[in-house]
Nanobody, 122 residues
Framework: QVQLVEAGGGLVQAGGSLRLSCVAS????????MAWFRQAPGKDREFIAS????????YIKDSLKGRFAISRDNAKNTIYLSMNTLKLEDTAIYYC???????????????WGQGTQVTVSS
């Protein structure tokens, strides 16, 4: 069983930056595609980024390119989501996930972290 622990959320002013981290352990997490999702109040969960442990390939949702970046540190079993120039609409709970899948027209994952709250204030 894969365990995922996120950290790094918090309250930040618009225009500021945050870096979220996700430490993975257990199971065969290194074989999975890792991802970040977010869920804003009253909205559906949204897939925003993914990365592989064994490749430099990564994905960032088009609307977030230039502000968000995903990276990993294999030695620390950790993936990161760097968020810059944060906007009010970035306020959400951010979830780390492992074993990204595409099912019934949407992205999902097998393993989930507990989520970390990001609140952007004006």
């Amino acid at each position: 069983q894969v365990q995922l622990v996120e950290a790094g959320g918090g309250l930040v002013q618009a225009g500021g930056s945050l870096r979220l981290s996700c430490v993975a352990s257990g199971g065969t997490f290194s074989s999975y595609v890792m991802a970040w999702f977010r869920q804003a109040p009253g909205k559906d969960r949204e897939f925003i980024a993914s990365i592989r442990w064994s490749s430099t390939n990564s994905y960032i949702k088009d609307s977030l390119k230039g502000r968000f970046a995903i990276s990993r540190d294999n030695a620390k079993n950790t993936i990161y989501l760097s968020m810059n120039t944060l906007k009010l609409e970035d306020t959400a709970i951010y979830y780390c996930a492992a074993d990204l899948v595409y099912n019934r027209g949407r992205y999902d994952a097998t393993f989930w972290g507990q989520g970390t709250q990001v609140t952007v204030s004006s």
